[in-house]
């Protein structure tokens, strides 16, 4: 697999990099971190195979959407329950 070119152009540079996935970060060690941050949000693709036996997320997708996405496909078994964020059940 093929390095994305900000991970290439740091490592070339010798420069330090951290991945952001959706704003989350420490604000401690970011308040203080002096690099490249790669935010990974644009990454939220999910590829199921057609024999429904793999499937490939990347790295910006939510868990929600996983979830959604293998249901759809039929890959996944059981109730599913949506939360949303007062925690209650939304389905």
């Not at 697999?1 to 991945?19: D, G, L, S």
């Not at 997708?61 to 939304?90: I, P």
Request: aromatic share 10%; no cysteine; proline share 2%.
């Amino acid at each position: 697999m093929t390095k994305p070119r900000q991970v290439r152009y740091a490592n070339e540079h010798n420069i330090e990099f951290y991945a952001v996935n959706r704003g989350h970060a420490l604000t401690t060690s970011v308040g203080q971190f002096n690099g490249i941050e790669i935010d990974l949000r644009g990454l939220s693709g999910i590829y199921i195979s057609p024999d429904k036996l793999t499937a490939r997320f990347e790295a910006g997708v939510y868990g929600q959407e996983v979830l959604e996405a293998m249901a759809n496909a039929g890959s996944v078994t059981g109730e599913l329950h949506f939360y949303n964020t007062n925690n209650n059940v939304a389905n």
